[in-house]
């Protein structure tokens, strides 16, 4: 037996788990409209486990989301998408609304640039990141 005042679990996040019984579903149902950049196994079975046994979650309302991701057209409803770093706006990326316009501060935070989106076009949700060749260069030296 274990005997603690207090136990932390680590165990990964939950974000891509977009089942019936899915911890997002649970505590941010407004989330799973959008895609996610965790990977596939990011379904928080840790989390699920350790609350099965009597753990007292905390703060599971608090979930990131990224702004960008990388499209697929071969795959365009897949929920699941790669992430595309800040480090494609830090080099210069220029972030386009679907009309083509600037809208945001592309050297802003995640949080800031997540609400630009969400102001500016909430319910499509189709963005895009511009990058020249000299920006794409810039970007692969970080990878």
Not at 28 to 39: F, G, H
Not at 44 to 56: N, R, T
Not at 72 to 100: F, H, M, S, Y
Request: with cysteine.
């Amino acid at each position: 037996e274990l005997y603690a005042t207090n136990v932390i679990i680590a165990t990964g996040g939950y974000a891509s788990d977009y089942s019936e019984d899915s911890l997002l579903k649970e505590h941010r149902p407004d989330l799973l409209k959008y895609a996610t950049t965790n990977n596939k196994g990011t379904t928080g079975d840790g989390h699920k486990l350790a609350l099965a046994v009597g753990a007292k979650p905390l703060d599971l309302d608090d979930v990131q989301v990224h702004p960008t991701g990388f499209f697929n057209p071969q795959e365009p409803d897949n929920k699941v998408k790669t992430l595309c770093a800040e480090i494609t706006r830090g080099e210069g990326g220029i972030l386009l609304n679907r009309w083509g316009q600037r809208f945001a501060d592309e050297l802003g935070t995640r949080d800031y640039v997540t609400g630009r989106m969400l102001q500016v076009d909430p319910q499509s949700l189709k963005f895009a990141l511009i990058m020249n060749e000299a920006t794409g260069k810039a970007a692969e030296t970080h990878i």
